[in-house]
């Protein structure tokens, strides 16, 4: 009997309609977990190296992880991965929500979706029954109103519907893919491999109750958790605030991306900020599955000149940085709009954003005029445009068409230079995060396999002074602060024990906003959680491990895929100083942070060029 997990993956071969039950043993459970380490296992495994990411060779892999769907605050995740569109490495975004728990409750652990069907079709998979049927008459319709059908054609509102919208089905570049119209699968164009399938949704329906080993622990956690975490400033920030609350922070600070990236002070950040969405249009605070924190938004406006349906949610920080303080727009209403935008056609708001805040900068340097645009007048803080943009991106129409490649992509259409307002890691363009101000954030965006990611470590300034949450990571051995801007050894090492603790979450399905040191949880209640869940015997050091083993895959993919250490760096902005704000003048040293990747590479147990040693991949498990 297995515990914390099914013991059930689906494989889906949609060019012959052929399903299959798979029934890994727990030594498969216990190395890979879900999320993460299932999707680096399957794409390592069984993807033929130099395949189109839009062909019927590419694989997309679904993963609930061994803690998805507990009865506890902070578990709702899973993963979706498949070979990137944007980057051509390894793809993988996470989501929360509810879709995770009810792919549980419904009997499986994940989907291989594998081939392309010849129409488009979708899943439907209820309480250990899978079938595809056919969507030809969603095809081309926005999300909401997908939902809305499969809901009366099913003849139950309580299924989960996981989709595309227009954009995935028209292969842009950073179509997502999205759950109960709110929650994103946003990085690395995953939902354009679902498009290129014909796939147009996965829709889920369970009543079992997922097996736990110890159910009364699993209990005697959750009440823990909610007698404390309230009183955790970052949790509490969370429930009033929700992300945004990032914004007036990072601006004071010196931090806030603004201007593409030029610099680090938004002048009219107050009018974007947490307490106006709050004030002004903050409707309802939501949350996923079975989560007490409820950092996530819901907005509603109706006014003469905006509508927004508080249906799509609202805007996390990301979204709010991406149309606001980055494009120089200070409409918190427009920003609602955008991310309503998003969710209806299916858009990640962080590369949308930074695709036009690129073009936006192309235009002010005149490397492009209004003949490109389409007519449209793309100056910094031309608010209008950006919700005329993001249509035409999702709908790749005109200018629209060039975006939707990506921004390196599109940059390498216009010419004259445009490389140089470029802000992306291996394709891929950077979070909302500044790593001239958290220099730790940089590493992250240079090594993750994904591309610049800001989720693969806790940022710097968790760790950065005496506190709370640097005792939180003590357990860890990050004992002693390591100031925000220190790029030495100090910082490699905690960055790396981070990564592996980040990589953990991203294999079981818990949310980093729950477990320290972002969240509340402390790391042996997680530990414990596991055990309580799985029946292991199990520890930190176990776990760590795990999230290692991960890390090391999903590198070994890329290297498959002719990535090198030279793919491990910064865009040339982040090199020049700072603009304006707090930090001005501020740059990362080249040679500081070559240095800093070198001594990642020994860290991690990776040769000078930033492979993998035998002894390395051996130790973690894994044959190559
Ligand atoms: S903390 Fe927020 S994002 Fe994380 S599970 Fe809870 S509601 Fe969802």
């Known amino acids: 009997m297995s515990y914390g997990y099914l013991g059930k993956i689906i494989r889906i071969d949609l060019t012959d309609g052929s399903i299959k039950i798979e029934e890994p043993n727990d030594i498969f459970y216990r190395t890979y977990m879900g999320g993460k380490g299932f999707i680096a296992h399957y794409l390592l495994k069984e993807l033929k190296p130099g395949i189109d990411p839009l062909s019927e060779d590419n694989k997309l892999i679904i993963a609930a992880g061994i803690l998805t769907g507990l009865s506890v605050a902070g578990v709702p995740r899973f993963a979706v991965g498949a070979k990137s569109p944007l980057t051509g490495g390894y793809g993988q975004s996470e989501a929360g929500g509810f879709w995770g728990p009810e792919l549980k409750k419904a009997g499986f652990d994940g989907l291989i979706i594998e081939g392309k069907a010849d129409k488009p079709v979708y899943i439907y998979i209820k309480d250990g029954q899978i079938e595809i049927k056919d969507a030809g008459h969603v095809w081309g319709k926005e999300t909401g109103e997908t939902q809305e059908i499969l809901f009366?054609?099913?003849?139950?509102?309580?299924?989960?519907?996981?989709?595309?919208?227009?954009?995935?089905?028209?292969?842009?570049?950073?179509?997502?893919?999205?759950?109960?119209?709110?929650?994103?699968?946003?990085?690395?164009?995953?939902?354009?491999?679902?498009?290129?399938?014909?796939?147009?949704?996965?829709?889920?329906?369970?009543?079992?109750?997922?097996?736990?080993?110890?159910?009364?622990?699993?209990?005697?956690?959750?009440?823990?958790?909610?007698?404390?975490?309230?009183?955790?400033?970052?949790?509490?920030?969370?429930?009033?605030?929700?992300?945004?609350?990032?914004?007036?922070?990072?601006?004071?600070?010196?931090?806030?991306?603004?201007?593409?990236?030029?610099?680090?002070?938004?002048?009219?950040?107050?009018?974007?900020?947490?307490?106006?969405?709050?004030?002004?249009?903050?409707?309802?605070?939501?949350?996923?599955?079975?989560?007490?924190?409820?950092?996530?938004?819901?907005?509603?406006?109706?006014?003469?000149?905006?509508s927004v349906d508080g249906k799509y949610g609202g805007p996390e920080y990301e979204t709010v940085a991406a149309f606001g303080s980055l494009c120089e727009n200070d409409d918190l209403e427009v920003i609602a709009k955008a991310n309503e935008l998003c969710n209806r056609l299916g858009i990640d708001t962080i590369s949308t954003g930074m695709s036009i805040a690129f073009a936006m900068e192309c235009y002010e340097n005149g490397i492009i005029s209004q003949k490109e645009l389409d007519g449209i007048d793309l100056s910094f803080g031309n608010k209008k445009s950006i919700l005329e943009i993001i249509e035409k991106i999702a709908r790749r129409e005109g200018i629209g068409d060039v975006l939707a490649e990506g921004s390196e992509a599109a940059a390498r259409k216009f010419g004259n230079g445009a490389d140089k307002f470029v802000l992306c890691v291996k394709g891929q363009e950077l979070a909302m995060h500044e790593p001239r101000g958290k220099v730790g954030v940089g590493i992250g965006y240079a090594v993750c396999e994904t591309g610049a990611d800001h989720m693969v470590i806790g940022h710097d300034s968790l760790f950065g002074k005496k506190g709370f949450t640097l005792d939180s990571v003590k357990p860890f051995g990050i004992i002693e602060p390591v100031d925000a801007l220190d790029l030495s050894w100090k910082k490699v090492r905690a960055f790396v024990y981070l990564q592996r603790w980040w990589s953990f979450f991203n294999m079981t399905g818990i949310c980093d906003f729950v477990p320290v040191p972002r969240g509340a949880m402390p790391a042996e209640d997680v530990v414990a959680l596991v055990k309580a869940a799985t029946g292991w015997e199990t520890s930190l050091w176990e776990l760590m491990i795990a999230g290692e083993r991960a890390i090391n895959m999903a590198r070994l993919f890329n290297l498959r895929e002719g990535f090198t250490s030279e793919d491990d760096t910064l865009p040339d902005r982040l090199f020049e100083g700072l603009k304006n704000g707090r930090l001005e003048g501020n740059s990362i040293s080249r040679e500081e942070f070559k240095e800093a990747i070198s001594i990642y590479y020994s860290m991690m147990g990776w040769n000078e060029e930033g492979v993998p040693t035998k002894g390395k991949l051996l130790e973690l498990n894994i044959e190559n």
């Open 152 to 306: 009366k054609e099913v003849g139950d509102k309580t299924i989960k519907v996981l989709q595309i919208g227009p954009a995935g089905e028209n292969l842009v570049k950073y179509a997502c893919i999205l759950n109960g119209l709110k929650h994103a699968n946003g990085r690395n164009g995953l939902g354009a491999v679902m498009g290129s399938k014909n796939l147009k949704a996965v829709v889920v329906k369970g009543n079992k109750k997922i097996p736990v080993h110890d159910n009364e622990k699993i209990s005697e956690i959750s009440k823990s958790f909610l007698s404390y975490y309230m009183e955790n400033p970052l949790t509490r920030g969370l429930y009033e605030y929700g992300t945004p609350a990032g914004v007036m922070g990072n601006n004071a600070g010196g931090i806030l991306p603004t201007r593409n990236f030029n610099d680090g002070e938004f002048q009219n950040a107050e009018k974007i900020s947490a307490q106006v969405m709050v004030d002004t249009m903050l409707k309802k605070r939501v949350g996923c599955y079975a989560c007490a924190v409820r950092c996530k938004r819901k907005v509603e406006i109706q006014s003469d000149d905006i």
